[in-house]
């Protein structure tokens, strides 16, 4: 890279918190910015994937629930002793269950209680304890940047996903916009990522059915799926300087899906 580019995305020597970073999308935000020469601390619940990022150069693994508010603090504190500082953290970990519209329990009147709190547990109150626990040692050095993963599905009705899937996604989006208010005083920045259908183990794992492939990538204007390596660029402007003047917003990377309508066939 050129000087200049070196200059606006830098984040070598930042620390930096991933949450889900054992697959998909945090595992690609991850490698993306230890590869930029950030200190990055990649957190999941699952300890198989955790083995994995113990595997990747520059990612330091740590099990993490981020359902469990304590837990999160620890993380975070911890960070701070051995690290002495918190400069980005992206709020990522998130689950997806079944039932879009057109399966019986996917109705108001038939969703599973049950699956509905469990989602929000980890999709909203997850964020919230991760953007909390962050604000605070980001108010003390008086900088930091938030990256919420949200998703195109907190941005309009989506026949494909299930309920507590788009509410999630809604909330956190203004959680966003609410928190950067909060937070600018202090001059820690906060955003979200709007993700249209990428190719992750999000479905459950395992390669993707070609049929729900094609399904998902008709959904999309530019006609296919994202692949994670697609939001490097998105990723590394949010966690460097080069966004500087950026807080409150939502940015899609859905290759045009929010351009089109979605049907329930
Ligand atoms: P993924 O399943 O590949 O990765 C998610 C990771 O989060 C997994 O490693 C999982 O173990 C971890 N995780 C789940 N619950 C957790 C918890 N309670 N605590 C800690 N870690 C936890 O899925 P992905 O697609 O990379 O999803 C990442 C984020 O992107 C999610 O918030 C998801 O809602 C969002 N998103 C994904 C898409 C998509 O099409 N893949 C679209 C829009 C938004």
């Excluded at 950030?38 to 990747?56: Q, S």
């Excluded at 709020?91 to 699956?115: E, K, M, S, V, W």
């Excluded at 709190?117 to 909203?124: I, Q, R, T």
């Excluded at 962050?134 to 941005?155: C, E, F, H």
């Amino acid at each position: 890279m050129s000087a200049l580019l070196d200059e606006i995305f830098d984040v070598a020597g930042s620390v930096v918190l991933v949450t889900g970073a054992g697959s998909g999308i945090g595992r690609t935000i991850a490698e993306t910015l230890a590869a930029c020469g950030a200190t990055v601390i990649g957190a999941d619940r699952d300890e198989d994937r955790l083995g994995e990022i113990k595997d990747t150069q520059g990612v330091e693994p740590v099990h993490l629930d981020v359902a469990d508010a304590g837990a999160v603090d620890n993380v975070v504190n911890s960070i701070v002793e051995n690290h002495g500082r918190l400069d980005v953290v992206f709020a990522n970990a998130g689950i997806a269950r079944g039932g879009g519209l057109t399966t019986p329990q996917g109705t108001i009147d038939a969703f599973d209680l049950t699956a509905w709190h469990e989602l929000l547990d980890v999709n909203v109150h997850g964020v919230v304890h991760t953007v909390r626990a962050a604000a605070r040692p980001m108010k003390r050095q008086a900088s930091g940047s938030i990256v919420v993963t949200a998703s195109t599905a907190g941005l309009r009705a989506d026949p494909l996903v299930s309920y507590s899937y788009v509410v999630a996604k809604a909330g956190v989006v203004n959680l966003v916009r609410q928190a950067a208010l909060d937070l600018a005083r202090w001059q820690v920045r906060v955003n979200a990522i709007a993700p249209g259908p990428f190719k992750t183990n999000i479905g459950g794992g395992g390669p993707i059915d070609p049929a729900v492939e094609a399904r998902w990538g008709s959904t999309v204007a530019l006609g296919r799926m994202g692949e994670t390596r697609e939001l490097r660029g998105l990723a590394l402007l949010l966690a460097s300087n080069a966004s500087s003047f950026m807080t409150g917003c939502v940015y899609p990377v859905d290759g045009g899906a929010l351009l089109q309508s979605l049907s329930l066939d």
